[in-house]
Nanobody, 113 residues
Framework: VHVVESGGGLVQPGGSLRLSCVAS????????MSWYRQAPGKAREHIAT????????DYADSVKGRFTISRDNGKNTVYLQMNNLKFEDTAMYYC???????WGQGTQVTVSS
């Protein structure tokens, strides 16, 4: 299983970005998927998790109400919609196949004016 994130970039405070993560393999619909982030000098932080059938989601308090995790099992893709971005959201964002402990290489999000 390969995990590839995309969609990061430079955005102004208050702006939005949508990250995508594609996980290869025919068992994607059975995977619990998560997003994490890591800012320079800080530990990796859990952001959001979504169950295999999208029935259950979980968010860190720091992003609750601003970020939304979703998935399209037909496309082997999980998304992270990020709205009202703040300076402190600047980090490398990683996608994880939670069941398997697999990670992608990350995509950089920078919030700057």
């Amino acid at each position: 299983v390969h995990v590839v994130e995309s969609g990061g970039g430079l955005v102004q405070p208050g702006g939005s970005l949508r990250l995508s993560c594609v996980a290869s393999g025919s068992a994607f619909s059975m995977f619990v998927m998560s997003w994490y982030r890591q800012a320079p000098g800080k530990a990796r932080e859990h952001i959001a998790t979504i169950s295999s059938d999208e029935s259950d989601t979980d968010y860190a308090d720091s992003v609750k109400g601003r970020f939304t995790i979703s998935r399209d099992n037909g496309k082997n893709t999980v998304y992270l919609q990020m709205n009202n971005l703040k300076f402190e959201d600047t980090a490398m964002y990683y996608c994880s196949v939670t069941n398997l402990g697999l990670w992608g290489q990350g995509t950089q999000v920078t919030v700057s004016s």
